[in-house]
């Protein structure tokens, strides 16, 4: 009986190392017990693939940490364990829908990863990956299912993956989402000392009948903006640049008293349940943008049918002060920050004009009016750029 532990050694000689290593291993294959697991790494000093760079064991070691993460994100649709070589949902409970449409997204945190590297903290990109995700599927008015993630780094840290995944699990716990499994990936070579890179799958389902897909919208509809807190996963290419040689660790008067890496850190809105909190009154959602990578300029005419644009009136929605800190040390016109950064607009949403009353009675201080579509070209102005 064990309750855990190391609770047996297998010991076996052999004419060199390979050799007692495959006699040990056969010994092993005569133990069983519920839950046992074994290591492959002890005895096996400068193996082949050690000296290439890759540590199996530090792979391992990993998995073993972030499992009760993992775990706690699983509802009664999560068939399989951790360690499966794929994960398992059970889809029955599609079947009360009447028409399910799966959705399904891809995505990364960009050079994000560089700023929690300076940082030292690790803990909030795994959110940022999952809001982010949430956000690309609830445009379309679907809600998550269940979330893949992918970690590669030239060498792996047990405890930095860790905290990454935790992140990933608290984000996903928060929105009702299984983290169904993932890859990590030890890849010496392709990138960089002390680099991280971040991935992740998200699936979700929507009625075909409550697809959101902006065909309905028309000329004079509101464009109403769910404010960011600042760059959420786009645009730190420019902002490391602009901002590299001051002190990221100083609380910063621009910055309300904030540090610039605690301002570049902040975590990626998700707005799951602004969106309900919208349905639930009866607004009639037509269309919704979430802006990412391109800014206003490229995400809105996403979701534009042909013939109408969109003006969107500068000054009418909180911008995040990091944005004016770039702007100062980069020498970025307003035009070039509108189309690399989001500049507070973390969702953009389109309603008939009857509906706005009823938008910003249902989220008080957490939407603004903010635009008008008009006949066009599917483009974005944006009025008061230089103001």
Request: aromatic share 6%; hydrophobic share 45%.
């Given at each position: ?15 060199d ?5 495959m ?65 398992l ?13 799966l ?66 699990a ?25 680099e ?56 910063q ?92 607009i ?25 635009g ?10 944006v ?5």
């Amino acid at each position: 009986m064990t309750a855990g532990g190391r609770v047996l050694a297998v010991s076996a000689t052999g004419p060199d190392l390979n050799a007692a290593l495959m006699s040990a291993y056969q010994g092993i294959e005569m133990v069983w017990f519920e839950g046992m697991q074994f290591r492959r790494d002890i005895g096996r000093t400068g193996s082949a693939y050690a000296q290439a760079g890759v540590d199996i064991a530090a792979g391992n070691r990993a998995t073993e940490l972030m499992k009760a993460s993992v775990r706690s994100t699983y509802n009664r649709a999560v068939l399989s364990e951790t360690g499966a070589f794929g994960g398992l949902y059970d889809a029955a409970g599609l079947k009360a829908m009447a028409a399910p449409v799966l959705v399904a997204t891809t995505d990364g945190v960009g050079t994000k990863t560089m700023v929690a590297g300076r940082m030292n903290q690790w803990d909030t990109i795994g959110q940022d990956l999952v809001n982010h995700c949430v956000n690309d599927i609830l445009v379309q008015g679907a809600r998550p299912l269940f979330f893949l993630d992918y970690v590669a780094s030239s060498k792996l840290d047990p405890q930095q993956v860790a905290a990454v995944v935790e992140g990933i699990a608290r984000a996903c716990r928060g929105v009702g989402c299984a983290l169904l499994g993932g890859e990590t990936a030890e890849m010496p070579g392709v990138y960089q000392p002390g680099e991280l890179d971040l991935a992740g799958t998200m699936v979700g389902a929507v009625e075909r009948g409550l697809l959101i897909d902006g065909s309905r919208i028309r000329a004079g509809d509101v464009v109403l903006a769910l404010p960011s807190n600042g760059l959420h996963t786009n645009g730190f290419s420019l902002a490391r640049m602009a901002l590299r040689n001051l002190d990221w660790d100083a609380p910063q008067p621009e910055l309300g008293g904030q540090s610039i890496g605690g301002a570049l850190l902040a975590v990626h809105r998700a707005y799951l349940s602004q969106f309900d909190a919208l349905i639930t009154v009866g607004v009639d959602v037509r269309g919704m943008a979430h802006i990412t990578g391109g800014g206003v300029y490229d995400n809105i005419p996403r979701i534009l049918p042909t013939g109408t644009a969109v003006t969107i009136q500068r000054g009418t929605w909180p911008e995040p002060a990091i944005f004016g800190l770039i702007a100062r040390h980069s020498g970025a016109t307003p035009h070039e920050l509108f189309h690399a950064f989001n500049m507070g607009i973390g969702m953009a949403v389109i309603v008939p004009a009857q509906d706005v009353d009823a938008a910003l009675a249902a989220l008080p201080d957490d939407i603004y009016r903010v635009g008008v579509v008009t006949t066009g070209s599917r483009t974005v102005t944006v009025e008061g750029l230089y103001v």
